[in-house]
């Protein structure tokens, strides 16, 4: 696949480092406390790249990470795709990147990801902003065409019509309101970074990879709840990619110190950057100006 420009300007702003033994792709920009940002599918950092200069400019370090098997990052073939597996790319990046206590920003797929992570290393975290994601993973029915990614042999017809047209008006109905977010110019940077390199393969192992059980969604919520960290809520208001019902029960059974409802649907990093990026760095400012306190890993 010929590699697009905006691809080509994204991966000269960023470096790879060996993680595990494989290239993974970081963005960062800034120096001060850092605010990691964690993506979803089908993106990856590049989700992030208009939020990163903001967020610096406040004060911050800003950070994202192609997963493995996404983007930028090695998609090797023997390789855990799952969500657990995930979560631990999370803990290996920030060991490797040697990051102090992190404000943990996470979207789509990425919530149950990183909330892992955050259960299991809370001394390293520092407070949690939850962006149209899923936490009631038990009642997660994921709309088309995300469901068809799951289903044996569909899925794989599915993946390989997806070309920047069909992509483009997908995205202009369901990711973003304003359709003129998103041009043809980034939407075939998304297929590019999902489908380049064997990405065909990892991509379809991490959809394979969801744990929808009541008992991982009661593990999080009891979990995320022990840890007592200071969480935040920035959700895209028209959202149609996520159900209501996943704001509905985050809402509810969170104790968020924040909620801010931003004009956009699922891709708000897409539509506003800017409001999103602020709402981050205020939430962390106010979080920076608290003394630190350890937190223990429920056993």
């Given amino acids: 696949m010929r590699k697009p420009r905006l691809v080509e300007e994204h991966e000269a702003a960023g470096r790879r480092i060996v993680v595990d033994g494989h290239q993974i792709f970081v963005r960062e920009e800034g120096q001060g406390e850092p605010v990691l940002l964690l993506h979803g599918v089908p993106s990856s950092s590049f989700l992030f790249r208009k939020m990163l200069k903001p967020i610096a400019e406040a004060g911050f370090r800003a950070i994202s990470f192609d997963f493995p098997g996404v983007g930028l990052s090695d998609k090797p073939k023997n390789l855990a795709y799952d969500w657990h597996a995930l979560a631990k790319w999370v803990g290996q990046v920030v060991d490797t990147l040697e990051l102090p206590p992190v404000h943990l920003v996470v979207h789509d797929v990425a919530g149950p990801i990183g909330v892992e992570w955050a ?81 065909h393969r990892s991509f379809l192992e991490i959809m394979a990879g969801f744990d929808l059980t009541e008992q991982h969604r009661d593990w999080l919520r009891d979990n995320l709840l022990a840890i007592d960290k200071p969480m935040q809520l920035i959700w895209g208001e028209q959202e149609i990619a996520i159900p209501k019902a996943q704001l509905d029960y985050i809402c509810q059974a969170f104790p968020l110190r924040a909620e801010h409802m931003v004009e956009a649907r699922h891709f708000l990093q897409e539509e506003q950057p800017e409001v999103v990026a602020a709402h981050i760095t205020s939430f962390a400012k106010g979080i920076a100006d608290q003394p630190k306190r350890a937190t223990n890993a429920p056993s």
């Fill in 119 to 199: 259960i299991h290393n809370p001394v390293k975290v520092r407070s949690i902003t939850i962006t149209n994601t899923l936490l009631d993973v038990a009642h997660f029915s994921p709309h088309f065409p995300i469901w068809t990614f799951r289903v044996p042999v569909m899925r794989h017809v599915v993946f390989a019509t997806m070309n920047t047209p069909v992509m483009l008006q997908l995205f202009r109905q369901a990711g973003v309101k304003n359709p003129e977010a998103v041009d043809e110019d980034v939407i075939a940077s998304y297929i590019y970074l999902l489908k380049s390199n064997g990405g």
